[in-house]
């Protein structure tokens, strides 16, 4: 029996297996046919038509023996088709003709390093300055990511046509910018590799602590950013700052499994079970934060982030930690990239370290500025510390525009109880 019927025997309808290998492939895949015809929106959209016709054929003849070939070989057919029907039979219809033959692709002859490069080009595409982080994000886990716009709609709880609106005016913008479907030289990758690694962050924070909704973490996000950050560590091995992100990534994901209780309530820090923790995950984070100190001169604004992370995940409880190495690797950060966030997250370990009273200034320095506005976390803060001087007022004062600000469900009700705390 042939290995396609096989798949389709356990799998009756088909769909499953075109997903499956959707989700897999279609990097690979789109960033093939972009480099076949030079033009990433093209690519993009051959992609999504030989996955439509997967989703008729396959179900009925049975999976084939390499689905991701035969997905290939439509996008070229459905490439040379589109060149037709533009009437510009010019260089490229004719590359693409001699190229497909007889109409057969064999997939094993594809070069695993030239696939790398396309999938690293991709990245580099996707994630160009001339976009907007939203459309860099969406059209990253569109076509890198392999994720639909309905999954993407609803992992950032947007409608589905407004991802759609940000895919198609992202790939207007790549084709009236003349963006090439390259790995840009050397001399400018490490600029645009900032974009690729800030995509993917943003990614993983809002998996991580999901700005809305009803759930503290969204697993399915925080794991998509991760498997990117463990491709672009294949893909530009000496990189420090793709390591130090994996780094983070990996140590912050680590304590996952402790940060919620079965009901889905936030736990906090100190309150987490660090047997609970995902080992294997540490592990892999600090092997990460070590190759980013072993290849570059100094960690980065990411490495310094896993650094912080990792004084978290050797630490046997909340008041072993270091953290007076915490408060210098954030004054380091802050150096490095400063930001209204780093000098929260500082003023948090120094409170630590040091006390209420030493933070305090900080905090009420950044209220000064007018940093945070809108948001949640300064008032957050600045009512714990108060509560923590017993400066009760005041301290219900912030958490109660702490709770009218926050916008997750699961943080509001923490919030909530905190403030019924100090009635």
């Not at 309808?13 to 690979?28: D, F, K, L, M």
């Not at 809002?206 to 973490?217: F, N, P, Q, R, V």
Request: charged letters at 25%; one cysteine or more; proline letters at 5%.
């Amino acid at each position: 029996m042939a290995r396609g019927h096989r798949a389709a025997l356990s799998d009756p309808t088909g769909r499953a297996a075109v997903a499956a290998v959707w989700r897999i492939e279609s990097a690979r895949i789109v960033g093939a046919l972009a480099r076949y015809t030079g033009d990433f929106a093209l690519a993009e959209d051959l992609a999504q038509e030989a996955f439509a016709e997967a989703l008729v054929t396959w179900p009925r003849d049975g999976v084939p023996t390499n689905p991701a070939g035969w997905l290939l070989t439509v996008g070229r057919r459905r490439a040379i088709d589109a060149f037709r029907r533009r009437a510009t039979a010019d260089d490229r219809y004719a590359a693409l003709a001699r190229d497909l033959g007889e109409g057969v692709v064999d997939a094993g002859q594809w070069d695993p390093d030239q696939i790398d490069d396309d999938v690293l080009a991709l990245m580099f595409v996707s994630c160009h300055p001339v976009l907007s982080r939203e459309a860099r994000v969406a059209l990253t886990l569109r076509v890198v990511g392999g994720l639909t716009s309905d999954e993407i709609a609803r992992a950032f709880l947007v409608p589905t046509a407004t991802v759609q609106a940000r895919i198609t005016r992202a790939k207007k913008a790549l084709g009236a910018a003349g963006v090439p479907f390259e790995v840009p030289p050397p001399r400018d990758r490490r600029a645009r590799l900032g974009s690729v690694l800030s995509a993917v962050y943003v990614i993983f924070t809002e998996g991580s602590t999901a700005t809305s909704g009803d759930d503290l973490i969204r697993f399915d996000l925080a794991g998509e950013a991760r498997r990117l950050a463990r491709v672009l560590a294949h893909l530009v091995p000496d990189e420090p700052e793709v390591h130090g992100l994996l780094a983070l990534l990996e140590l912050t994901a680590a304590r996952f499994p402790a940060r919620t209780a079965p009901d889905g309530t936030p736990v906090l820090l100190e309150h987490q079970d660090r047997r609970r923790w995902d080992r294997s995950a540490i592990v892999r984070g600090r092997a990460a934060l070590a190759r980013a100190e072993q290849v570059g001169r100094g960690l980065g604004a990411y490495g310094l982030q896993a650094a912080i992370a990792e004084c978290h995940a050797v630490a046997a409880s909340v008041g072993e930690t270091d953290w007076e190495r915490v408060v210098l690797l954030y004054e380091a950060l802050g150096r490095l990239a400063p930001s209204p966030v780093v000098d929260l997250n500082r003023a948090v370990a120094v409170s630590m370290a040091r006390g209420p009273a030493a933070a305090l200034p900080i905090v009420d320095g950044l209220a000064a500025g007018g940093a945070f506005s809108g948001s949640h976390l300064l008032p957050t803060v600045r009512g714990e510390l108060l509560t923590r001087l017993g400066r009760r007022g005041e301290a219900r004062e912030e958490l109660t525009r702490a709770v009218e600000l926050c916008g997750n469900e699961r943080e509001r009700g923490l919030l909530t109880r905190k403030l019924a705390d100090l009635a």
